[in-house]
């Protein structure tokens, strides 16, 4: 804010209107015009709009405020062309309007509003901990314009988000790496229930098997043998090591790159085939895809089986999950609440126009 104050000082002594308190695109238009109006190049426009993201302060030769919006096109078409800011413009607001804004609101406050427009700090995680952290979801509005781009999202209950290790990394010699699984625990954020395992010195979040219970033990090998493996539901083995028909889930694309596929509740994806060190499976979907026999997958089908099968049985409850309806326009309508909108009848064809009931077909 140190920046803000000291431009907000420099206008006040070029004698232009600085204490408004209304809006923020209000105080930005004052800096955006004082940099652009009257302002006859496109190279000095530049420098202006340089000096302003910079969070540079306004010397006492720029010219004043004036009434009209001149500097605006020069503004759009100078940012437009050579890419120096992707939010939303401000808002240009007239002096005439400056006066009777600052007239009527004489206490100036610095606060957190004064921030430029459309920048919204990225949610980012540092490390890795089995903490539940507050998430603030979106509402289905644009994270960048605040315009709501999906309507039927928003409202619902409050989650919190619990880090999912997608990584079972293990030794490729030597015994398999083992895990305690401490508890099954429910993710409003997933369909599948996940499950709170602990090896060694470390605890982690990973997803629930079906018949996973409190204090199985659970294997992680990157070991590929002569022999398939005899794994039980939670033990994560790359691909090749798997007999054919093997029902697997958390499944890698590449080797390294974290499971992408299977994730849902109730889903796993089955082993066809072996072909020159390439694994065909078949996912949920019915689709058929090739990966490497060193992409690892955990073995057995997900948890929480009957979730699609589930009713809600009243609208409420979707709105409890976030849920918004849809247009009402095409939802039933009763007697009291008009008429249900319908497609138009098929065109007609008459014969004869001056006949009546001559039609030759419906099209």
Same mark, same amino acid.
């Given at each position: 804010?140190?920046?803000?104050?000291?431009?907000?000082? !420099?206008?006040?002594?070029?004698?232009?209107?600085?204490?408004?308190?209304?809006?923020?695109?209000?105080?930005?238009?004052?800096?955006?015009?004082?940099?652009?109006?009257?302002?006859?190049?496109?190279?000095?426009?530049?420098?202006?709009?340089?000096?302003?993201?910079?969070?540079?302060?306004?010397?006492?030769?720029?010219?004043?405020?004036?009434?009209?919006?001149?500097?605006?096109?020069?503004?759009?078409?100078?940012?437009?062309?050579?890419?120096? =800011?992707?939010?939303?413009?401000?808002?240009?607001?007239? *002096?005439?309007?400056?006066?009777?804004?600052?007239?009527?609101?004489?206490?100036?406050?610095?606060?957190?509003?004064? +921030?430029?427009?459309?920048?919204?700090?990225?949610? +980012?995680?540092?490390? =890795?901990?089995?903490?539940?952290?507050?998430?603030?979801?979106?509402?289905?509005?644009?994270?960048?314009?605040?315009?709501?781009?999906?309507?039927?999202? @928003?409202?619902?209950?409050?989650?919190?988000?619990?880090?999912?290790?997608?990584?079972?990394?293990?030794? #490729?010699?030597?015994?398999?790496?083992?895990?305690?699984?401490?508890?099954?625990?429910?993710?409003?954020?997933?369909? *599948?229930?996940?499950?709170?395992? *602990?090896? @060694?010195?470390?605890?982690? =979040?990973?997803?629930?098997?079906?018949?996973?219970?409190?204090?199985?033990?659970?294997?992680?090998? #990157?070991?590929?043998?002569?022999?398939?493996?005899?794994?039980?539901?939670?033990?994560? =083995?790359?691909?090749?090591?798997?007999?054919?028909?093997?029902?697997?889930?958390?499944?890698?694309?590449?080797?390294?790159?974290?499971?992408?596929?299977?994730?849902?509740?109730?889903?796993? *994806?089955?082993?066809?085939?072996?072909?020159? @060190?390439?694994?065909?499976?078949?996912?949920?979907?019915?689709? +058929?895809?090739?990966?490497?026999?060193?992409?690892?997958?955990?073995?057995?089908?997900?948890?929480?089986?009957?979730?699609?099968?589930?009713?809600?049985?009243? #609208?409420?409850?979707?709105?409890?999950? @976030?849920?918004?309806?849809?247009?009402?326009?095409?939802?039933?309508?009763?007697?009291?609440?008009?008429? !249900?909108?319908?497609?138009?009848?098929?065109?007609?064809?008459?014969?004869?126009?001056?006949?009546?009931?001559?039609?030759?077909?419906?099209?």
């Amino acid at each position: 804010m140190k920046w803000l104050q000291a431009t907000r000082r !420099k206008v006040r002594e070029t004698e232009t209107i600085t204490r408004p308190r209304e809006t923020e695109t209000i105080t930005r238009s004052i800096i955006v015009l004082s940099l652009l109006v009257k302002i006859e190049t496109e190279e000095m426009a530049l420098q202006g709009v340089r000096l302003l993201f910079q969070k540079l302060t306004i010397t006492r030769s720029v010219p004043k405020i004036v009434e009209n919006a001149r500097g605006l096109s020069v503004l759009s078409s100078t940012v437009q062309k050579h890419g120096i =800011y992707n939010g939303r413009l401000p808002i240009v607001c007239s *002096a005439s309007k400056q006066k009777a804004i600052s007239s009527r609101y004489q206490e100036v406050h610095s606060s957190a509003v004064f +921030q430029m427009p459309g920048v919204v700090k990225p949610w +980012q995680l540092t490390k =890795y901990t089995i903490r539940p952290i507050p998430m603030r979801r979106d509402g289905g509005r644009d994270p960048l314009t605040g315009r709501i781009t999906y309507k039927r999202r @928003g409202g619902g209950h409050k989650r919190n988000f619990r880090m999912i290790d997608w990584h079972r990394i293990g030794p #490729a010699d030597g015994p398999p790496y083992e895990e305690k699984v401490l508890a099954i625990l429910y993710d409003p954020n997933r369909s *599948a229930r996940i499950a709170l395992v *602990a090896g @060694g010195n470390k605890k982690r =979040y990973i997803l629930a098997t079906m018949n996973m219970q409190e204090g199985d033990i659970i294997k992680t090998s #990157a070991k590929i043998g002569r022999m398939t493996v005899i794994a039980n539901e939670g033990d994560a =083995y790359p691909v090749g090591a798997y007999p054919i028909g093997a029902l697997v889930h958390n499944l890698e694309r590449i080797p390294g790159e974290g499971s992408r596929l299977a994730h849902a509740a109730g889903t796993c *994806a089955q082993i066809l085939r072996k072909a020159g @060190g390439q694994v065909i499976l078949q996912l949920p979907s019915k689709r +058929q895809i090739s990966v490497s026999e060193k992409c690892m997958a955990t073995f057995g089908r997900l948890s929480n089986e009957e979730h699609n099968k589930r009713i809600l049985g009243k #609208a409420g409850r979707s709105r409890w999950l @976030g849920i918004r309806p849809k247009s009402g326009l095409y939802q039933k309508k009763g007697g009291w609440a008009g008429r !249900k909108i319908k497609p138009l009848p098929p065109m007609k064809i008459y014969l004869d126009p001056k006949a009546k009931g001559t039609r030759i077909a419906d099209v």
